[in-house]
């Protein structure tokens, strides 16, 4: 059996209010402090799997590579996997909330599942990607695994292992 640990990626390097799913970003300078809580309370890991982005990878690298490092391999680089990227929202990108059109944010609203934004993917894709991911995921032999990764990720996987509909995790606080 597979014991999972879902982190998010430490606080990026945005201002608040900004829409930025897929946006490729740095991290706070709090990264360092961040990523250090993080370390304390991992356990022996067999394996670290990231999102491609520079806000997971960061905190991915430095997990894998700090010289008190939990990971239990000759192998301390994490491995990549795109279907761990946080939900696409296109031509919302970099755009302030408030500023994104009305109408395309109550359609959103009404369909959370299914609304795409011009460019971007709905939930109900980042569900099946995750779920695709997943199901990879178990055939694998390592056990103890950390996949570090984003907000919308995290509920999706949660949302799958828990059989809730990914709806219901839309409340759930995810931390970075």
Wanted: glycine share 6%; proline share 5%.
């Amino acid at each position: 059996m597979q014991t999972l640990y879902l982190i998010r990626h430490t606080q990026p390097d945005i201002v608040p209010g900004i829409c930025y799913g897929q946006l490729d970003m740095g991290v706070a300078k709090s990264f360092a402090e961040e990523a250090a809580n993080v370390l304390n309370w991992l356990p022996a890991l067999d394996l670290i799997i990231t999102s491609p982005l520079l806000r997971t990878r960061k905190l991915a690298d430095f997990l894998a590579q700090t010289a008190n490092s939990k990971l239990q391999t000759a192998n301390r680089k994490p491995q990549t996997d795109v279907r761990l990227m946080e939900k696409h929202f296109g031509i919302w990108e970099g755009r302030a909330w408030n500023e994104i059109e009305r109408n395309e944010i109550d359609a959103w609203a009404t369909d959370v599942m299914n609304y795409a934004p011009t460019g971007g993917e709905s939930a109900h894709q980042v569900m099946l990607r995750v779920e695709e991911f997943l199901s990879d995921l178990a055939q694998l032999p390592q056990r103890n695994i950390a996949l570090v990764t984003h907000g919308g990720s995290i509920r999706a996987i949660l949302a799958h292992l828990s059989k809730v509909p990914l709806a219901d995790t839309l409340r759930w606080q995810i931390d970075y």
